[in-house]
């Protein structure tokens, strides 16, 4: 049974950092390409960073040159830096694979995220 398991989020200034963590259990970590994504309120779920197995990333460019993503396939736990944060960057984010996990019934799978304030 997949499960996904996001922590670190909070309320920070602008220009402020978090580091998000997630979990990962009941897939084979090593080989998946993972993600973050977010969820602004009255908006689409977004990938904003990715990581591939090997470890090429890629980010949106909302957020490239501020959100650093990285893994520890040792510990099947995927971790998002966020630095120089923006009122704009408030959403709730979420850990998946990319593509995002699917079980046997073919219903997209998610864990329950943590949300990120921006706000002074």
């Known amino acids: 049974q997949v499960q996904l398991v996001e922590s670190g989020g909070g309320l920070v200034q602008p220009g402020g950092s978090l580091r998000l963590s997630c979990a990962a259990s009941g897939i084979i970590f090593s080989i998946k390409a993972m993600g973050w994504y977010r969820q602004a309120p009255g908006r689409q779920r977004e990938l904003v960073a990715r990581i591939a197995s090997g470890g090429v990333t890629s980010y949106a460019d909302s957020v490239k040159g501020r959100f650093t993503i990285s893994r520890d396939n040792a510990k099947n736990t995927v971790y998002l830096q966020m630095n120089s944060l923006k009122p704009e960057d408030t959403a709730v984010y979420y850990c998946?694979?990319?593509?995002?996990?699917?079980?046997?019934?073919?219903?997209?799978?998610w864990g329950q995220g943590t949300q990120v304030t921006v706000a002074s």
């Open positions: 998946n694979s990319d593509p995002p996990y699917r079980d046997s019934y073919y219903a997209l799978y």
